[in-house]
């Protein structure tokens, strides 16, 4: 039976992969060996799994180098997308520069930012070392200097594998050298692109996979245009969250959260003023009489939710018709703290389908889940325009949102001052036709007769039986 080696670099992909059943058809198919990080916080739960064969570590050094060639990477290639600029100042701080005031204030703002941004390990030094004339030096300096990792190197080089697969950001040094093991000991690669946005988001891959598993043709020709991936090392596989989106549809009943009417506010991990927004929302349901009273918005803040210039503390005692959310509110009540990320927080995936069907509308800066919203059938305000505090929280950074507009239900908020009657065009929106939804839809998320968990095993089995090691362009 062919040996697949699967290596888990992050705790998201433990709830991704691991306990859905993504792999089931794989390990029927295949002799299946599962590593892991040795850091992560759910290694008590990996190390259980009847296919574990081990952790390995992580140099703390190396990944040191690696994350700053990652930076070096996407500033060097930022005209590949948008995103990749919005990451450079999102890290370097540029919030910091005032948008309004006298001239003089904006100048000691930029002041401040540029003494900030002096000392800041992903401000002034990224674009100084990824220039034109000091990037080659740079970068070929520090690919030489990060030799393999001893602990995946055991594992490649003594497990005789026909493929090994690692879900991926596009971000992360474990699928670096997982990829050079992969050529040193003639086993193809197989790197799983795990988020909607990873692609377009992180840096460019200066190690490149043999093939890559993507969600769909949007990602497919990002892979291309801006990695440089050829059009035969790409798969489209989906992924294995969103099954349970389509599965919904088919029930005849669905179990309901709330038994209240309710507009969801689903909150973003980029900066974003949130409870302003909420208030706003509450005023909305307040002042106008064509919104039933019993309406209430929902409010799921994001569970690893980045620090932000505005208040992000909920307190349901400021507001008349806003509810934080039943999952996050207990995971809240057990110790979990806004504005932190906390790896071992991994909420149940099982949770979310019925969350969205059962909302009358879902409103929320550009976040996956509103994605996920329309794989739902539910109308969706999507908030792009300036909140006051986060400068770049539209769309024009946002690149894999781009055609969004075209999915039946799904608009663009670009105003706070149209909020009010987007919400309640959103709230009186006629049923979405699921063939019309799903011909927009498909464009950003493949999807066929199989499951994820069936699709994967196909590619699987399709790689291994060629072996076909295809050379990626340098």
């Known amino acids: 039976m062919p040996k697949v080696l699967f290596a888990v670099s992050s705790d998201i992909y433990v709830r991704n992969y691991l306990r859905t059943d993504a792999l089931s058809f794989l390990r029927k198919e295949f002799s299946v060996d599962i590593i892991a990080d040795r850091n992560l916080a759910l290694s008590d739960e990996i190390s259980r799994h009847p296919d ?37 100042l999102r890290n370097s701080q540029w919030h910091l520069i005032r948008r309004e005031g006298s001239p003089l204030s904006w100048a000691f703002s930029a002041l401040a930012w540029l003494a900030r941004a002096a000392r800041n390990p992903h401000g002034l030094r990224i674009p100084l070392l990824a220039n034109r004339v000091v990037f080659p030096l740079a970068s070929r300096a520090l690919q030489k200097s990060l030799p393999l990792n001893i602990h995946l190197k055991h594992f490649v080089a003594t497990g005789q594998y026909d493929l090994v697969i690692f879900p991926s950001a596009a971000f992360d040094s474990t699928s670096v050298d997982l990829t050079r093991l992969g050529r040193i000991y003639n086993v193809p690669t197989l790197c799983l692109i795990d988020n909607w946005d990873n692609l377009t988001s992180k840096t460019v891959f200066w190690e490149k996979p043999d093939f890559l598993g993507v969600w769909g043709e949007q990602a497919s020709e990002q892979a291309q245009s801006i990695h440089g991936f050829l059009p035969e090392q790409i798969r489209l596989l989906g992924t294995p969250r969103f099954d349970s989106y389509f599965e919904i549809r088919e029930r005849p009943t669905v179990e309901c959260h709330y038994d209240f009417p309710y507009i969801l506010f689903v909150g973003s991990a980029m900066p974003f003023d949130e409870i302003g927004t909420l208030r706003l929302l509450d005023r909305i349901v307040s002042e106008h009489p064509e919104i039933p009273t019993s309406l209430r918005v929902v409010y799921r803040p994001h569970p690893w939710q980045q620090k932000r210039n505005s208040p992000a503390i909920f307190n349901p005692t400021d507001f008349s018709h806003v509810t934080m959310d039943l999952q996050m509110k207990t995971a809240f009540d057990q110790g979990l703290q806004p504005e932190r990320t906390e790896p071992g927080f991994q909420p149940s995936l099982e949770y979310y389908p019925s969350l969205l069907k059962g909302a009358r509308a879902v409103v929320g800066p550009l976040t996956t889940m509103l ?47 149209r909020l009010p009657e987007m919400v309640i065009h959103a709230l009186n929106h006629e049923e979405i036709p699921p063939q019309s939804s799903d011909s927009e839809t498909s464009f950003f998320l493949f999807r066929n007769t199989q499951s994820y968990s069936q699709r994967l095993s196909e590619v699987a089995s399709e790689l291994i039986r060629g072996n076909d090691k295809i050379s990626a362009p340098t």
């Open 371 to 417: 994605f996920e919203a329309s794989l739902c059938l539910r109308p969706v305000v999507a908030l792009s325009y300036f909140d006051g505090f986060h400068p770049n929280t539209g769309k024009r950074y946002f690149i894999h949102f781009e055609g969004m507009d075209k999915v039946p239900g799904f608009e663009f908020c670009e105003q706070p001052s």
């Open 52 to 88: 574990f064969k081990g952790f390995f570590a992580l140099d703390s050094r190396a990944e040191v180098k690696h994350h700053l060639l990652f930076n070096l990477l996407m500033w060097r290639y930022r005209r590949k997308s948008r995103t990749f600029l919005y990451r450079w």
